[in-house]
């Protein structure tokens, strides 16, 4: 979870949705579906962006990958049109009939900047769409049967970035003590690397108890604060992107729990989802 976009950060409009989908198969035979699925979600009613994302063994960017796993990122014109992929879309009955664990959250943007492929993803949506409690409102939303703003309840954090050929094996060796330190991080509910393309596109999405508690680690990690000063001394990225959201109705679970229904973990311990995180859910 590393972002350094120098753009300003900008409100995203009230009116965007986007959803987080994380899949696991038995098999890594899952990964005939990213050729597949894609066809199927260039024409899906009302999907303004997506991307599908393979997963690390690591919570933040990593060079292990776990071929099982698979994620699905997306911005919706509408929560109807979201709902209607959950119910009618042949991608989502697959998930239901083939996978062996699913965990998705819908997604409410509080802010974001920098660019995907040259894109912002939260640009412009055509018509706002009712709130989860049947209002436009972006800030607030239902979250565990309440209703909370950003700052009194959990944050999500999507961060993507293309890192500059020249500067991979750098950037790589810099992740084993973030990833450590994400991993003990108090207030960080759960993290995941992921990447669209080997090695040089990669992306997180983490989940914090709060928005303290994430910028706790974004700006006073040691491991995490290091990266950020070499990132930007050294321009190691072409392209970024760090968004934040109010994660609510989550549905599923990941790595055997839910981490936004499962209370977070004391600082310096493990809970069951780091104790497994990246391996399958825990036996």
């Given at each position: 979870m590393t972002a350094t976009a120098h753009s300003s950060t900008v409100p995203v409009p009230a009116s965007t949705i986007a959803s987080f989908h994380l899949v696991r198969y038995d098999t890594a035979s899952a990964m005939r579906h990213m050729a597949f699925d894609r066809p199927l979600l260039r024409d899906c009613g009302g999907l303004l962006f997506w991307r599908l994302l393979g997963t690390g063994r690591g919570r933040s960017m990593s060079l292990g990958a776990?071929?099982?796993r698979w994620a699905l990122f997306a911005v919706w014109r509408s929560a109807g049109d979201l709902e209607a992929f959950l119910h009618s879309s042949p991608i989502a009955a697959r998930w239901r009939a083939e996978a062996s664990e699913t965990w998705q959250v819908r997604l409410a943007p509080l802010s974001s900047r920098g660019t995907w492929t040259g894109r912002n993803p939260f640009a412009d949506p055509p018509d706002p769409p009712a709130g989860p409690s049947g209002d436009s409102r972006g800030a607030q939303v239902?979250?565990?049967?309440?209703?909370?703003?950003?700052?009194?309840?959990?944050?999500?954090?999507?961060?993507r970035a293309s890192i500059r050929v020249r500067r991979l094996v750098t950037?790589?060796?810099?992740?084993?003590?973030?990833?450590?330190?994400?991993?003990?991080?108090?207030?960080?509910?759960?993290?995941?690397?992921?990447?669209?393309?080997p090695l040089?596109?990669?992306a997180t999405f983490s989940l914090w108890r709060d928005q303290d508690a994430m910028r706790r680690f974004a700006y006073r990690g040691a491991?995490?604060?290091?990266?950020?000063?070499?990132?930007?001394?050294?321009?190691?990225?072409?392209?970024?992107?760090f968004a934040r959201f109010v994660p609510y109705a989550s549905e599923g679970t990941w790595n055997g729990?839910?981490?936004?229904?499962?209370?977070?973990?004391h600082h310096g311990?493990?809970?069951?989802?780091?104790q497994h995180h990246g391996t399958g859910p825990p036996r």
């Open positions: 776990d071929l099982r239902a979250s565990g049967g309440g209703v909370v703003g950003a700052r009194g309840g959990p944050v999500a954090v999507l961060t950037f790589y060796r810099s992740v084993p003590p973030v990833d450590e330190s994400l991993r003990r991080q108090d207030g960080c509910l759960a993290s995941i690397g992921m990447g669209e393309w040089a596109r990669q491991a995490h604060q290091r990266v950020v000063e070499r990132v930007r001394c050294h321009d190691w990225y072409a392209e970024e992107l729990t839910d981490p936004l229904r499962t209370p977070p973990p311990t493990d809970s069951p989802r780091d």
